[in-house]
């Protein structure tokens, strides 16, 4: 479905991704894990198009989106749900899960479609005539997420959903994840810091380091790998 | 001062200052979307006092039909200084935009002068306009009547489209984060020419009725409404609609009452609302309904 080939991308001098390859197939959850600047958000910025490739080529469903304009790539149904939520706060959360609407002209199935993400997330129900601003950062995750099924994600990349979440809420925001893959069949691109809960729900996974994926398998494969469990998840061998 | 010729003047500078906020909205807008003061946007409403003249009196169309195609005309101006003149630029500092829209507006300005003419044109008033009231006793002119009702509707249109429909819903979202937009699907270069769309329509609206009131106009009739609309968006705290709309109708009154209760000092006019504006960018420079400015993260 997606198709990533030796991506090459540069922050003026700085080269941030070297040569990175990697595919996401339907239905699949892959997860990116690795350290701070190893070029995770990279990756996933660069297959919406914010930021240009200068090198290597991004395929979506056999189609060739690289360095295409981030609405064009939306429409195709790739939707990024971006690091720090970024709801936005002067709307209401109506508002935001209807802004990620925004491509769609079906009315009646936008509708049903809200109705589901209230089911998904009575919270925002509760809220609805809120502005995002007032919500609390775990809610304002669930938004983001809602906000991006909204817009009939055939691929939905997510980039650090646990970020600054506690505890009870990064378990439920995975859960959430999970449903979303198994029981409607999204296909979902998961970065995550929170490396051992990636890899659990992972039916594949890459490990980048410096702008290179250095290691790559299965969820489980990684999980029990002695590297990945030395620098990842923090357990001696 | 008897109350007859007090609230003359009270109206008066109401509908000084509605004209005042319409041209306030146009800054504001672009302002809350692209952080960039829009220089020119003076200009445009004396572009569209100079296409209603044309309509009217050269090509003597009926005036309904000149205001529409003024409010069109000028738009597409708008809309094209915003694709030439600052799109390319929207990545580069914020200072290279800024230095480009004075540059623009010294550019429309002298290119106004040489084709059009400096010597001031009379400007065709629309019957209804030129129509005096007679309120119990009160006469009004018909300007002091019809601006602010007019404005009042345009705004209400404005409100309409910025709050109940998805284009303003986008247009909201790009003044937050244009980048989350993006990834809403929504294309966003679109959504900023719409906003000097309508910035420029309603500055094209208000310079008609400026011209009706002040029945003269010339290439240079921009600048001094422009600085005051641009002191009305400060003062009503740039960024914010609603405040742009209290921040023009407070100037208009103030510039009319200090000629009206002390006409020696009439000359400094101009003056008093410039000092406005540095004693709001002194005391509170986010204005009356501005947010208080946050560190970006």
């Given at each position: ?7 090459h ?22 997860s990116l ?15 919406v ?51 990620g609407?925004?491509?769609?002209k ?9 109705e ?42 997510l ?77 001696s061998? | ?43 445009i ?15 003597a ?5 000149a ?62 306009m ?21 404005t ?51 500055a ?29 968006a ?8 609603t ?33 406005i ?21």
């Amino acid at each position: 479905m997606l198709k990533v080939d030796n991506l090459h991308v540069y922050y003026g001098g700085i080269h941030a991704l070297k040569g990175i390859s990697l595919k996401v197939d339907r239905g699949d959850f892959v997860s990116l894990v690795g350290a701070n600047g190893a070029g995770k958000s990279t990756t996933l910025r660069t297959i919406v198009g914010l930021v240009k490739a200068k090198e290597g080529r991004v395929e979506f469903e056999g189609e060739d989106i690289t360095n295409k304009p981030t609405h064009e790539i939306v429409s195709r149904g790739v939707l990024l749900t971006p690091e720090g939520r970024r709801i936005f706060p002067n709307l209401t959360v109506r508002e935001n899960l209807m802004l990620g609407a925004y491509i769609r002209k079906d009315k009646a199935d936008i509708a049903a479609d809200l109705e589901k993400v209230y089911d998904l997330f009575p919270r925002l129900k509760e809220r609805q005539n809120q502005k995002g601003g007032t919500l609390s950062g775990g809610e304002q995750q669930m938004l983001a997420i809602g906000r991006a099924l909204m817009g009939r994600p055939k691929l939905l990349a997510l980039d650090e959903p646990s970020l600054g979440l506690a505890p009870l809420l990064v378990k439920e925001v995975f859960e959430v994840l999970k449903e979303i893959n198994e029981r409607d069949g999204t296909t979902i691109l998961l970065v995550e810091q929170n490396a051992y809960a990636a890899l659990k729900l992972a039916k594949q996974a890459y490990v980048l380091e410096t702008g290179r994926i250095v290691l790559e398998g299965t969820g489980e494969e990684l999980l029990v790998n002695p590297q990945v469990r030395q620098a990842y998840l923090g357990v001696s061998s | 001062m008897s109350i007859e010729i007090f609230i003359q003047q009270l109206l008066n500078g109401i509908s000084l200052g509605s004209l005042y906020s319409l041209i306030a909205i146009g800054y504001t807008m672009v302002y809350g979307i692209l952080a960039l003061i829009n220089f020119a946007h003076g200009d445009i409403f004396m572009i569209g006092a100079y296409i209603a003249f044309f309509a009217v009196a050269i090509y003597a169309l009926p005036w309904w039909l000149a205001a529409i195609l003024t409010i069109i005309l000028t738009a597409c101006v708008g809309m094209l200084i915003e694709r030439v003149a600052y799109r390319p630029l929207r990545d580069e500092p914020r200072i290279s935009l800024l230095i480009t829209a004075v540059g623009v507006a010294f550019f429309i300005e002298n290119l106004a002068i040489v084709t059009l003419g400096a010597r001031p044109k009379g400007f065709p008033v629309p019957a209804m306009m030129a129509t005096n009231f007679d309120i119990y006793g009160f006469r009004i002119s018909g300007v002091s009547i019809w601006v602010p009702i007019l404005t009042i509707c345009l705004l209400a249109g404005l409100l309409y489209i910025i709050y109940r429909t998805k284009i303003g819903m986008a247009m909201r979202a790009v003044a937050k984060d244009i980048e989350a937009t993006r990834l809403m699907g929504v294309n966003v270069d679109r959504v900023i020419m719409y906003t000097f769309a309508i910035g420029s329509g309603l500055a094209a609206a208000g310079g008609m009725m400026w011209a009706s009131k002040y029945p003269q106009i010339q290439p240079l009739m921009g600048m001094y409404p422009g600085w005051k609309a641009f002191t009305a968006a400060v003062v009503g705290g740039i960024g914010n609609i609603t405040g742009a709309m209290i921040g023009g109708l407070i100037i208009g009154v103030v510039e009319i009452m200090t000629v009206a209760f002390f006409p020696t000092l009439s000359g400094f006019r101009d003056a008093f609302v410039f000092a406005i504006l540095i004693i709001f960018l002194l005391v509170k420079p986010t204005g009356l309904m501005g947010e208080p400015l946050k560190e970006k993260v």
